[in-house]
């Protein structure tokens, strides 16, 4: 026998969230969703059967695939959420919940982890999930050659091993108090394996509530309910069409004249007007998402630290606020962990619009002004595009020109994101600390859209990642923060809620706040009502 403790098995009764909060592995995410005004106990009708649900998606491209090394964007994390299980998932309440993984267990280090892997699950295709399905899909996204944008959240994994045909062994280089919330990340799906180590993941071939009809890139992907799913409690429409809908007006239009069931990304100018319309009704959660512009520190000027010191000064978070979310959000400070979080520092000083030491700090960099270009479109984040001209309004009084480059909505998470020295982003946050870390700020991680490197927070990372108790893991996370705020090169003006529209037909329960439109769990929990 192992000497253990068991995180959750069946049967030990639902972890409570104050239980969960106590155990240290809770996010913190449910309490940003009830100051959103969700309602926990509330009364909801009875889900139920039936129908096609259409929702079009503020997101997608041409050259989108099934490969889950590469999703990107919003379309290709809701669809991989309907086709595919996880062996984690994140509940509406944002504990963890099991999935594929019937329970796990770690070591008092935290070292060495076992998932137990239900059985009597089957693929779309028929066949059965396996251990080595699980084994095989992890290991997709590990070694030199993997390209994947999850390979630093399983980085510190060693080993994968299987112990009979229903328990797989993780060994890790260093404990990991959060291990089982890597398997939610929607890059984690368990693919078929392909027999020879790899998976098979363009036949699209799932054990998700969904099984895939046809998927047409940055147009369309259809759907229709696995009548066999091992969960009979999710998945209640017969049919689900996701249409790649970039145009914001046409998003719009489409819901308010019934053509689609849901929309995401609004506009949060027009949101009120939206919401007058009979049978409309808006979502607005709070959450981890944030609107940022990422200025890659590995080119001139943007390298000096004094530069992007500039930049953080000059921009009026405020007003962005004011102007762009609409009360939909909070002032960022150029770090992602929010009041969402559970290590969030709110002691972190707030860095403030000043164009006096904005000019200071162009100084220190031995300049007396700043001309930079913004790269910005709508496929980032509703209200990109006006967002740049107001950061380029409120910089003009500290000395720093901002052009403002308008590209094109479509191939933006392509040629544009991690390419251009300076564009905006959107990130719609993760549910620990150290996934949000590990996948956007490490030193060399795909997806570190400033090119940031820093040995101390690098050091940090890994440290907090084994650190089992309570006060220094907060230690180490207060300084990580600050850290990213004085050091990186992320600018960070607000944290933005989720906000998106469904019709009157559209029934729900309460809704999670790790991720747009109930977690992009919408297919697989809501219903016709």
Same mark, same amino acid.
């Given at each position: 026998?192992?000497?253990?403790? !068991?995180?959750?098995?069946?049967?030990?009764?639902?972890?409570?969230?104050?239980?969960?909060?106590?155990?240290?592995?809770?996010?913190?995410?449910?309490?940003?969703?009830?100051?959103?005004?969700?309602?926990?106990?509330?009364?909801?009708?009875?889900?139920?059967?039936?129908?096609?649900?259409?929702?079009?998606?503020?997101?997608?491209?041409?050259?989108?695939?099934?490969?889950? &090394?590469?999703?990107?964007?919003?379309? !290709?994390?809701?669809?991989?959420?309907?086709?595919?299980?996880?062996? !984690?998932?994140?509940?509406?309440?944002?504990?963890?919940?099991?999935?594929?993984?019937?329970?796990?267990?770690? !070591?008092?280090?935290?070292? %060495?982890?076992?998932?137990?892997?239900?059985?009597?699950?089957?693929?779309?295709?028929?066949?059965?999930?396996?251990?080595?399905?699980?084994?095989?899909?992890?290991?997709?996204?590990?070694?030199?050659?993997? %390209?994947?944008?999850?390979?630093?959240?399983?980085?510190?994994?060693?080993?994968?091993?299987?112990?009979?045909?229903?328990?797989?062994?993780?060994?890790?280089?260093?404990?990991?108090?959060?291990?089982?919330?890597?398997?939610?990340?929607?890059?984690?799906?368990?693919?078929?394996?392909?027999?020879?180590?790899?998976?098979?993941?363009?036949?699209?071939?799932?054990?998700?509530?969904?099984?895939?009809?046809?998927?047409?890139?940055?147009?369309? &992907?259809?759907?229709?309910?696995?009548?066999?799913?091992?969960?009979?409690?999710?998945?209640?429409?017969? &049919?689900?069409?996701?249409?790649?809908?970039?145009?914001?007006?046409?998003?719009?239009?489409?819901?308010?004249?019934?053509?689609?069931?849901?929309?995401?990304?609004?506009?949060?100018?027009?949101?009120?007007?939206?919401?007058?319309?009979?049978?409309?009704?808006?979502?607005?959660? &709070?959450?981890?998402?944030?609107?940022?512009?990422?200025?890659?520190?590995?080119?001139?000027?943007?390298?000096?630290?004094?530069?992007?010191?500039?930049?953080?000064?000059?921009?009026?978070?405020?007003?962005?606020?004011?102007?762009?979310?609409?009360?939909?959000?909070?002032?960022?400070?150029?770090?992602?962990?929010?009041?969402?979080?559970?290590?969030?520092?709110?002691?972190?000083?707030?860095?403030?619009?000043?164009?006096?030491?904005?000019?200071?700090?162009?100084?220190?960099?031995?300049?007396?002004?700043?001309?930079?270009?913004?790269?910005?479109?709508?496929?980032?984040?509703?209200?990109?595009?006006?967002?740049?001209?107001?950061?380029?309004?409120?910089?003009?009084?500290?000395?720093?020109?901002?052009?403002?480059?308008?590209?094109?909505?479509?191939?933006?998470?392509?040629?544009?994101?991690?390419?251009?020295?300076?564009?905006?982003?959107?990130?719609?946050?993760?549910?620990?600390?150290?996934?949000?870390?590990?996948?956007?700020?490490?030193?060399?991680?795909?997806?570190?859209?400033?090119?940031?490197?820093?040995?101390?927070?690098?050091?940090?990372?890994?440290?907090?990642?084994?650190?089992?108790?309570?006060?220094?893991?907060?230690?180490?996370?207060?300084?990580?923060?600050?850290?990213?705020?004085?050091?990186?090169? %992320?600018?960070?003006?607000?944290?933005?809620?989720?906000?998106?529209?469904?019709?009157?037909?559209?029934?729900?329960?309460?809704?999670?706040?790790?991720?747009?439109?109930?977690?992009?769990?919408?297919?697989?929990?809501?219903?016709?009502?």
């Amino acid at each position: 026998m192992m000497n253990s403790r !068991t995180l959750w098995t069946p049967g030990a009764g639902s972890t409570t969230r104050r239980r969960f909060l106590q155990a240290g592995a809770a996010t913190g995410l449910a309490v940003a969703g009830l100051s959103a005004g969700l309602m926990p106990g509330r009364a909801y009708a009875q889900p139920k059967r039936g129908g096609t649900i259409r929702h079009a998606k503020g997101h997608g491209n041409t050259n989108d695939t099934l490969d889950p &090394a590469t999703w990107t964007n919003g379309f !290709t994390v809701a669809l991989p959420f309907g086709m595919h299980g996880y062996l !984690t998932v994140v509940g509406t309440d944002g504990s963890l919940e099991p999935s594929l993984a019937e329970s796990w267990e770690a !070591t008092p280090d935290a070292k %060495t982890w076992r998932f137990k892997i239900r059985q009597g699950v089957t693929y779309h295709s028929g066949k059965p999930l396996t251990a080595d399905d699980v084994i095989d899909s992890v290991n997709y996204h590990r070694g030199e050659k993997s %390209t994947s944008v999850a390979k630093p959240l399983v980085a510190s994994i060693t080993s994968i091993s299987k112990d009979g045909d229903d328990t797989v062994v993780f060994e890790l280089e260093a404990g990991s108090a959060d291990f089982p919330f890597v398997f939610t990340d929607y890059h984690m799906a368990i693919c078929p394996s392909d027999g020879n180590g790899g998976i098979d993941w363009k036949s699209g071939d799932g054990c998700g509530a969904y099984k895939l009809v046809h998927f047409d890139p940055g147009v369309v &992907a259809q759907l229709e309910r696995f009548t066999d799913d091992w969960n009979q409690d999710r998945g209640w429409f017969d &049919a689900v069409e996701m249409l790649s809908v970039v145009d914001l007006n046409a998003r719009t239009t489409a819901l308010v004249s019934g053509q689609v069931d849901m929309i995401d990304k609004l506009d949060l100018k027009t949101v009120g007007l939206l919401g007058r319309k009979p049978g409309v009704e808006i979502n607005s959660i &709070a959450g981890p998402q944030y609107y940022s512009f990422a200025a890659l520190t590995d080119q001139a000027p943007l390298d000096d630290v004094n530069v992007r010191l500039a930049l953080k000064h000059a921009i009026n978070r405020q007003e962005l606020v004011d102007k762009i979310l609409f009360g939909h959000g909070t002032v960022g400070n150029d770090q992602p962990i929010g009041p969402s979080y559970r290590f969030y520092d709110k002691e972190l000083p707030q860095t403030p619009y000043d164009p006096d030491k904005a000019k200071f700090y162009l100084k220190q960099a031995g300049l007396d002004s700043l001309e930079v270009t913004l790269s910005a479109a709508d496929a980032a984040f509703p209200g990109a595009v006006e967002a740049a001209v107001l950061y380029q309004n409120s910089a003009e009084s500290a000395g720093i020109k901002v052009n403002v480059n308008r590209v094109p909505n479509d191939g933006y998470w392509s040629d544009v994101w991690l390419k251009h020295p300076f564009s905006a982003v959107y990130w719609g946050g993760r549910p620990t600390e150290d996934q949000i870390f590990t996948t956007a700020y490490e030193s060399g991680a795909a997806w570190n859209d400033s090119h940031w490197k820093n040995a101390r927070f690098d050091e940090l990372l890994v440290a907090a990642r084994a650190e089992l108790d309570e006060a220094k893991r907060r230690e180490m996370y207060s300084e990580m923060q600050s850290l990213v705020s004085q050091d990186g090169g %992320t600018v960070l003006p607000m944290f933005a809620n989720f906000v998106f529209a469904t019709n009157g037909k559209i029934g729900h329960g309460d809704m999670a706040s790790n991720f747009d439109c109930d977690g992009e769990r919408w297919m697989e929990r809501w219903w016709f009502a």
